[in-house]
């Protein structure tokens, strides 16, 4: 079956996995061929594709070298890229989206350090870049500092205090610049990327109906985890639930964009670990075409 050969994949199939996400992500390039098509279109059409794969394999990276998931597999870029069908023109959000990835590497690196100060900084320091650049509600994203140190074990003082520095740091430069007329600020400067909910009606009961037995997956066997790929999880659980805030606050569809790292990773535990082998590859491929196909139909 499917997720058999995407675990511990054999060159080729990585070689094929290159090209058909590629081609998916390059469709809609297709536009430019269009009669009324302008030139500006194509930066605004390849940059989203390279910084949504950029993105599926950074996290993807991040997620082995972190023993999230032991297992060597290609599902969780392959379910990442699925979950970014919708998104075809390029946003700032998706900038920001690989920022938070970044910083997730970040909170990641907490794990048994006493003082992971460096880390600390660096991700409230990105987080709070975010939130001024992009988007005020990001700033929730902070939420997760504290949280993750004391989910690994490692909270004192001046842990704190140094997360609070990294978060003021960004405050005051931009404060600054804009004190002396320089506006970093693109919040109200989005262009909405997400299509019709209604259009999409098949494959978001595709994505719900494996969401499902993904978190009853998750909820029976994360004890049988290791400590730390058990406390990562707690972490990407926490990133779930700040991203679906963030969307309820901001009324915003492009937000969902930050639900997709966290859900891929969830998703993708399922695919791996069920011990319903029939099950979990019939949702995946059924997954896929329906991107592919969707990808396809609304160009």
């Known amino acids: 079956m499917i997720i058999e050969r995407l675990i511990n994949s054999k060159p080729q199939t990585i070689i094929f996995f290159l090209i058909v996400s590629i081609v998916y992500l390059l469709l809609p390039l297709s536009k430019l061929f269009e009669p009324d098509s302008e030139s500006f279109e194509f930066i605004n059409l390849i940059l989203p594709s390279l910084l949504l794969f950029f993105s599926s394999l950074y996290l993807t990276n991040v997620i082995f070298e972190k023993s999230v998931i032991k297992k060597n597999n290609i599902v969780v870029p392959i379910v990442f890229l699925s979950l970014c069908m919708p998104f075809i023109d390029f946003n700032y959000l998706m900038v920001g989206n690989l920022i938070l990835i970044i910083s997730l590497n970040e909170i990641f690196n907490f794990y048994q350090k006493t003082n992971p100060f460096s880390n600390l900084f660096n991700c409230s320091f990105a987080i709070s870049f975010c939130m001024l650049v992009f988007n005020y509600y990001l700033g929730l994203f902070y939420f997760l500092v504290p949280l993750s140190l004391y989910v690994f074990g490692n909270s004192s003082w001046r842990s704190y205090m140094v997360s609070i520095i990294g978060l003021l740091c960004p405050i005051i430069i931009f404060y600054f610049l804009k004190h002396n007329g320089v506006s970093l600020n693109n919040e ?36 049988k985890k290791s400590s730390k790929s058990r406390r ?36 993708s535990n399922f ?23 969707n990808r396809f139909l609304i160009i």
Not at 193 to 215: A, P
């Open 271 to 293: 695919f791996i670990y069920s011990s319903y082998r029939f099950i979990a590859n019939f949702l995946l491929i059924t997954l896929i075409l329906n991107s592919l196909y």
């Open 232 to 267: 990562c999880f707690y972490i990407i659980l926490l990133y779930f639930f700040i991203s679906i805030s963030i969307f309820l606050f901001s009324v915003d569809n492009d937000s969902l964009i930050f639900l997709i790292a966290p859900a891929s990773i969830i998703l």
């Open 188 to 223: 109200n400067n989005q262009i909405s990327i997400f299509l019709n909910i209604y259009k999409l009606k098949y494959w978001i009961i595709i994505l719900l109906i494996i969401s499902f037995f993904s978190i009853v997956e998750l909820f029976f066997w994360i004890d």
